[in-house]
T-cell receptor, first 116, second 108 residues
Framework: DTAVSQTPKYLVTQMGNDKSIKCEQN?????MYWYKQDSKKFLKIMFS???????INETVPNRFSPKSPDKAHLNLHINSLELGDSAVYFC???????????????FGPGTRLLVL | DAKTTQPTSMDCAEGRAANLPCNHS???????VYWYRQIHSQGPQYIIH???NNETNEMASLIITEDRKSSTLILPHATLRDTAVYYC?????????FGTGTRLLVSP
């Protein structure tokens, strides 16, 4: 009974391809996030959606486009993949976008993307 | 960028208490302190959070100094499964800003 799930778990693709990663949460949360963890293990936020609306968009190339069809889903589409996009991408969700208990984030298992 | 500082690594014997310190000297009055951990190859896992008072839950205790400039996460009886990178975070509003964390190694 997974709370935050991501598909696929592994993704190996060629440079220049377009790929999507899907995320679903069954916690009834309003806010969802995408994080990127690079080879040096630094974990950085990319996007955040609250009630299907974009609220955080860090300095991320335009090739990355998040889409939230409903509150329970936040997908990440990546165009024209580059070698530097190789990383682990984590989806997370929280009850809301406030502070304290509302902000507690629950993470998915990650999607390991390798661009060749 | 992360505003917290933590030791790069710590060791702990199985069954003993693990005390992980964190400095957050620039924390503002309404910012919470959050602790997460990341076990190898898994997503980060929430442990505990606090504002001013000490907190305890089934996973750990959090001791926050009176001036709120530092805190300590305590795992009272560390097990091998507690081996992970532990992150102390003081910017929780709408996003978590992760630093490099403390790599805790629990040994038999």
């Amino acid at each position: 009974d997974t709370a935050v799930s991501q598909t696929p778990k592994y993704l190996v693709t060629q440079m220049g391809n377009d790929k999507s990663i899907k995320c679903e949460q069954n916690l009834g949360h309003d806010t969802m996030y995408w994080y990127k963890q690079d080879s040096k293990k630094f974990l950085k936020i990319m996007f955040s959606y609250n009630n299907k609306e974009l609220i955080i968009n860090e300095t991320v190339p335009n090739r990355f486009s998040p889409k939230s069809p409903d509150k329970a889903h936040l997908n990440l589409h990546i165009n024209s993949l580059e070698l530097g996009d190789s990383a682990v991408y984590f989806c997370a969700s929280s009850l809301g976008a406030g502070t304290g208990l509302q902000e507690t984030q629950y993470f998915g298992p990650g999607t390991r993307l390798l661009v060749l | 960028d992360a505003k917290t500082t933590q030791p790069t690594s710590m060791d702990c014997a199985e069954g003993r208490a693990a005390n992980l310190p964190c400095n957050h000297s620039t924390i503002s009055g309404n910012e919470y302190v959050y602790w997460y951990r990341q076990i190898h190859s898994q997503g980060p896992q929430y442990i505990i959070h606090g504002l001013k008072n000490n907190e305890t839950n089934e996973m750990a205790s959090l001791i926050i100094t009176e001036d709120r400039k530092s805190s300590t996460l305590i795992l009272p009886h560390a097990t091998l499964r507690d081996t992970a990178v532990y992150y102390c975070i003081d910017r929780g509003f709408q996003k978590l800003v992760f630093g490099t964390g403390t790599r805790l190694l629990v040994s038999p």
